[in-house]
DNA sequence: GCCAACGTTGGC
DNA sequence: GCCAACGTTGGC
């Protein structure tokens, strides 16, 4: 799941002291990803985007079920969606909890030079969603990589 | 700031 | 429903 840090970064999850919600997806692919695919106590790797360096920075867990985003119904937000009715909101979202940050990024190069990983959704050419599904083998490899803790 | 690769929009 | 134009993402 990726954030820009200069909006939501890992440090602003491992602050927070309840479960933080992962507002504005504007994405139908990523909705159904939080609807159909996750489940509450699913992992997930927090993926710092524009950053320096972007990479992986740590782990959260999903926490309960999916359920609509306010942020699109919030005329002073800036994920606010005009078009999106009251009756049938167009937009949800999970809520996260933070597990642990890693104390080194894994960096997009880093990630592709790791056996195991060449079929990982996020190394896929094009790929720009910002919700990625990650495969339990992925994640045992990715979470026994030398220097995380 | 460039640009590839998508997603979305809207005229027809 | 097609598809061109436009907007967005995000690494580099």
Partial sequence: MKSEPDCYSIDDLAKASEPAMWEGCRNYTVRNYFRDTMSPGDRAFFYHSNADPSGIVGAMEIVGDAYPDPTQFDPGSE????????????????????????????SLADLRAV???????????????????????????IESLPGLR
């Fill in 115 to 141: 056996p195991g990983l060449e079929e990982m959704f996020v190394l896929r050419r094009g790929q720009r969603l910002s919700v990625m599904p990650v495969t339990e083998q992925e994640w045992q490899i």
């Fill in 79 to 106: 994920y606010f969606d005009p078009k999106s009715p009251l009756d049938n909101p167009r937009w949800i979202l999970r809520n996260v909890r933070f597990l642990e940050k890693y104390r080194r990024v894994l």
